[in-house]
């Protein structure tokens, strides 16, 4: 009997498999090429205590092996998020992941405590974005802020916190010790690499926010890297991501450290492509004689 | 909406870097409507993300598309046999007007440059439906690739920007050299062309829908990397910012502010 289950902050999920934030809205879009219920968790588009216009278009351009964003986070909101995308997930057979972003403590804090009462089960607290800026400086990229804004989220949240940080830092080990000591249940890493292009037909910057976010394979091997580097420096589990493609890319992660594993982009590429990589996770235990998914965490040498 | 992988069963250059392709897809096929379009996705891994097509027609089997070479995905798709495959998700999108609800009216189609192919199949439609069709076809130079077809359906007028063909200049041009009536307007083509076809439709007081072309992530609706600015709070966002992909890519002129 093969287990792939695992319990990641407290939640236990049927395996270890999740949604990149804002790589599959609230579930919806995906439902007609993904059986949700087969899904670990689905982790929800970031959601703020109002609603976001995100920047101007052109928001994304494609790059080689991955592709850059800057959506800037538009969203509904936390209102019409618990009256519709909450109860649609809700419908199904998976744990919920709610991805929370904001400008200010302030913002984040609101839509942690409208969640309080809900039936999510995990928050995961967006201080990375790199196309949103909160006065003039990301959240998470200052080791104090992120120990502050942790803290000062675990003293509202009812649900698990995981903090996801920004691979746009000297350390990720640092970082990621700084939101342990601010008493956060779990971290998710990487969120996107901040990159720029420019059309040279053109002489035009490619996105209408000059830089993006870099995300796909290009980023896994960094993803790779900064996920073990994390795992060394704290005790807390890790939901690893970073351009995951297939069922070997996600395993690399979990071999490095990660408790669970986010698809990002490549639902992009294959909207099936969740179904597939936990299918394969299975067939490569299989093939290696691993009874148990959770042997297989940072179990590299 | 279904991922499959369709047979290729054309694939020749109509003009300078246009191509005209068919792919053997029923499950994509026998759904779609005019307007609609669908996500190609090249073999090459390195290249991530779908190219959106328009559908130039489709039956019970099989979808026509006419593209464009414009990066290396599009090139890719361009050395495609007889015989192979390719990866499509479809039909995507809203689509024109219902054609059945405009029977008996003048119905005007726009297209210019790649943005005829989806006029096309929307001709087809009007033309069934009984609508009176009038095509009025903006093209660079003399190659006037499928404008004969559009006969089959009504009238059709061409523009070209070096007079080679019709009236020397735009599309709006040929057409106010006619009455310039229409009880319905659909257009495709480049952001100039449908700026101006919305103002003139504004002006004149004609339903006008305007089918459009922006940078996509997902297609599928859920990435929001494709929007456009819209007059009224958009259903999913409610931040007056539409997904061309799944909102669109068709708007009534009058919804958007682009």
Known sequence: ????????????????????????????????????????????????????????????????????????????????????????????????????????????????????????????????????????????????????????????????????????????????????????????????????????????????????????????????????????AVGIPILGMGGVLTARDAIELILAGATMVAVGTANFHHPEVTMNIIAGIRSYMEHHGIRDVKELIGAVS | MTETVGEILYNQEISAQIFELKIKVPDIASGARPGQFVSLYPEDKSRLLPRPISICDANDKTLRLVYRVAGLGTREFSGKKEGDSIRIVGPLGNGFPEAADHAGQKVVLFGGGIGIPPMRFAGEAYAAAGAQVTAVLGYRDRETFLSEEFTRFGEVMIATEDGSVGTKGNVLDAFRETQGEADLI??????????????????????????????????????????????????????????VCKDGPVFSAEDIEF
């Open chain 1, 1 to 232: 009997m093969m287990n792939t289950e695992v319990t990641f902050c407290g939640v236990t999920m049927k395996n270890p498999v999740t949604t990149a934030s804002g790589t599959f809205g609230s579930g919806m879009e995906y439902t007609e090429f993904c059986d949700l219920n087969a899904l670990g968790a689905v982790t929800t588009k970031g959601v703020a205590h109002v609603p976001w216009p995100g920047n101007d278009a052109p928001r994304v351009a494609e790059t080689p092996s991955g592709m850059l964003n800057a959506i800037g986070l538009q969203n509904p909101g936390i209102d019409v998020f618990l009256e519709r995308d909450l109860p649609f997930l809700q419908q199904f057979d998976t744990k919920i992941i709610v991805n929370v972003c904001g400008h200010t403590e302030e913002e984040y804090l609101a839509v942690v405590e409208r969640l309080a009462d809900t039936t999510a089960d995990l928050l995961e607290i967006n201080i990375s974005c790199p196309n949103v800026k909160a006065g003039g400086i990301s959240f998470g990229t200052d080791p104090k802020e992120v120990e502050r804004i942790t803290s000062a989220i675990k003293k509202k949240a009812a649900q698990p916190v995981v903090m996801k940080l920004s691979p746009n830092v000297t350390s990720i080990a640092e970082i990621a010790r700084a939101a342990e000591s601010g008493g956060a249940d779990g971290i998710s890493l990487i969120n996107t690499i901040t990159g720029m292009k420019i059309d040279v037909e053109k002489r035009k910057f490619a996105l209408a926010n000059r830089t993006g976010g870099l995300s796909g394979p290009a980023i896994h091997p960094v993803a790779v890297r900064m996920v073990y580097e994390a795992a060394q």
């Open chain 2, 186 to 243: 659909c257009a495709c083509g480049p952001l100039p062309m449908l700026r101006a076809l919305q103002q003139f439709s504004r002006e004149k007081g004609i339903p006008c829908f305007l089918s459009l072309e922006e940078k996509m992530a997902c297609a599928l609706g859920a990435c929001l990397g494709c929007v456009v600015k819209t007059v009224k709070e958009d259903a999913h966002s409610h931040v007056k910012n539409a997904r």
